[in-house]
């Protein structure tokens, strides 16, 4: 198909996500059609540096010669078979792989295909552990514990456990039952409350809330140190580990949403890693076959099997499965992906680039329209302010992250804003050149896109 037709043909029949089409289908958005490295290239003959690692799962670049080599050796053995009363090599190897480089006693792999399936097989492992642990005495554990502003995939589950409230706020009627935890970070510290006081009353909801529940929390789910899709919202240090001692003292499971966080992006392979914290189960996805295929990944423990390793009529099994659980050329991809973070130490490289954003960062701080500017690794929320003084919002219909998003574009990056929080996330293992590249061309963006709409 010719460049016209490709567009013409999105426009009518390609329904985006989280995208409002009547928008989309006067923007011209690039239409990609290959990429090398750390650059997507469009159908137009543009390149572009990819600002937001795929929507936060690229971790090596693009066509990567080991990880493409990995899947055309798959590919020339079997490119899927089912685990459904078979077992297949890569979902072996894969497995063994993650127990061996994740926090001590996660042993049991659970496969399946996205972040939200990672999830929604946490939640539905946490409530059937419980009810097969429990005597039908005791007051049934339904009920899940999230934090305010959290997103943890788009699937009625997970979606349960969410709260943004224009995301999942229309949903309300399907949803379960949970219980939001005030979010710590400083972006929610209403008028009149220090940082300190503001911390000090979160964690005493927070302790309040676990006492209040725990006979019917089945499980407390959190993104460890950074809130994603938020915008960026960053944790305090040390309070992943008072979550891990409250929910430990109380008997309630953690499950760590590590979809966004896991992989490096925050400075360790594993987010939780950084406060020595051991989950109940750790989800994983986006990142972990390097952003080429999907994959995800529900890590447990011995004490949670144990409540469903029993006789077959017992019908204590997990009843609960995808077609494409532990698809074979994903396997091979994440198994490459993994093998790379040490041939090409992604996390020294994550570690430089922590370093130079932060730096580059600082050129923002007395920035007329940018308010908090917040970093964990190479994850960065810059947030757009009308008036840096009130700390005010610009209006919603101006869509200023949107504005910078365009200009960004023009000038040859990839971003995706989350409202007016610009979002950085180049991906670990991005050379630090390009890294600079970026701030340079975003840091411009802004300037313009304000320049334009404020003038
Ligand atoms: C993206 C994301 C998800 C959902 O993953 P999908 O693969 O898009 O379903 C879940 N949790 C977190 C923290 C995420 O960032």
Known sequence: ????????????????????????????????????????KDVNGNTYLDGVSSLWCNVHGHHVPEIDQAIRE?????????????????SIELAGELVRRAPTGLTKIFYSDSGSTAVEIALKMAFQFHAQKQDSETQPRDLFACMQDSYHGDTIGSVSVGGIPIFHQIFGKLLFESVQIPCPAAFHRPDGYTEAGYLEYCDQELERLIVENHQRLAAFIIEPLVQGAGGMLMHPRGYLKRVRELTARYGIPLIADEV??????????FACESEAVIPDFLC??????GGYLPLAVTMTTDDIFSAFDAEPDEYKTFFHGHTYTGNSLACAAALATLKLF????????????????SKRLSELKDHPHV???RQQGVMVGIELVEERESNSSFPAEMRMGHQVTLMARKQGVIIRPLGDVVVLMPAPGMPGDLVHQLCDIVFAAIDEAIRLQVA
């Not at 928008?23 to 990429?35: F, K, L, M, Q, Y």
């Not at 798959?74 to 890569?90: C, F, N, R």
């Not at 996390?347 to 680039?353: A, G, I, P, R, S």
């Open 1 to 40: 198909m010719h460049p016209e037709e490709l567009r013409r043909v999105d426009n009518e029949h390609v329904w985006h996500p989280f995208t409002q089409m009547r928008a989309h289908r006067d923007e011209n958005v690039p239409i990609i059609e290959s990429a090398d490295g750390y650059f997507l």
């Open 74 to 90: 798959q590919l020339d053995k079997v490119a899927h078979s089912t685990l459904l009363g078979l077992a297949s090599v890569p």
């Open 260 to 269: 966004a966080v896991g992989l490096g992006r925050t400075g360790t392979m």
């Open 284 to 289: 994983l996805a986006k990142g972990i076959t």
């Open 342 to 357: 040490d041939t090409h130490q992604t996390l020294e490289n994550v570690t430089n680039n922590t370093e130079i954003l």
């Open 371 to 373: 308010g908090e500017v």
